[in-house]
């Protein structure tokens, strides 16, 4: 038995086309895919730790987890085409922070079809288990 299989693993830089939407049309009149990729569950711990706060409940600090930051967080770090966080596009949907993006640039059903697309690629099992966890 080797470690070569850990040594050289695939790499996780890996990008996938997703159709999310019939709307956003290229030169051509077809609808443009976007591009996501996988993140490593260090970026995940950091999404997971910026989406965090501390409240303070029955006199007691406690921390939690904002599921509709992470969410949001996770869209932005997870989508590398359109990039949500490109200075042009922030200012077409009239927002200064990239988070906001993409709620108003997609519908709810778009919306919920990118986040299933980031969570089936990154390999979230269970997406409705993580986000019940993300509310907790």
Same mark, same amino acid.
């Given at each position: 038995?080797?470690?070569?299989?850990?040594l050289?693993?695939v790499?996780m830089?890996q990008?996938?086309?997703?159709?999310?939407s019939?709307r956003?049309?290229?030169?051509?009149?077809? @609808?443009?895919?976007?591009k996501? #990729?996988?993140? !490593?569950?260090?970026?995940?711990?950091? $999404?997971?730790?910026?989406?965090?706060?501390?409240?303070?409940?029955?006199?007691?600090?406690?921390?939690v987890?904002?599921?509709?930051?992470?969410?949001?967080?996770?869209?932005?770090?997870c989508?590398?085409?359109?990039?949500?966080?490109?200075?042009?596009?922030?200012?077409?949907?009239?927002?200064?922070? @990239?988070?906001?993006?993409?709620? #108003?640039?997609? !519908?709810?059903?778009?919306?919920?079809? $990118?986040?299933?697309?980031?969570?089936?690629?990154?390999?979230?099992?269970?997406?409705?288990?993580?986000?019940?966890?993300?509310?907790?």
């Amino acid at each position: 038995m080797t470690l070569d299989a850990f040594l050289h693993p695939v790499e996780m830089e890996q990008v996938k086309e997703v159709m999310i939407s019939k709307r956003f049309l290229n030169s051509e009149g077809n @609808p443009e895919p976007f591009k996501i #990729r996988v993140i !490593s569950e260090e970026t995940n711990e950091t $999404l997971s730790k910026r989406a965090t706060h501390t409240e303070k409940i029955n006199g007691r600090k406690i921390e939690v987890m904002d599921g509709i930051d992470y969410t949001r967080r996770l869209i932005v770090a997870c989508t590398v085409y359109p990039d949500f966080s490109a200075s042009d596009i922030c200012q077409r949907y009239g927002v200064l922070d @990239p988070l906001m993006v993409p709620s #108003r640039m997609l !519908s709810g059903g778009e919306y919920k079809r $990118l986040v299933q697309e980031i969570m089936k690629f990154n390999e979230f099992d269970n997406p409705e288990e993580l986000e019940l966890e993300a509310k907790n």
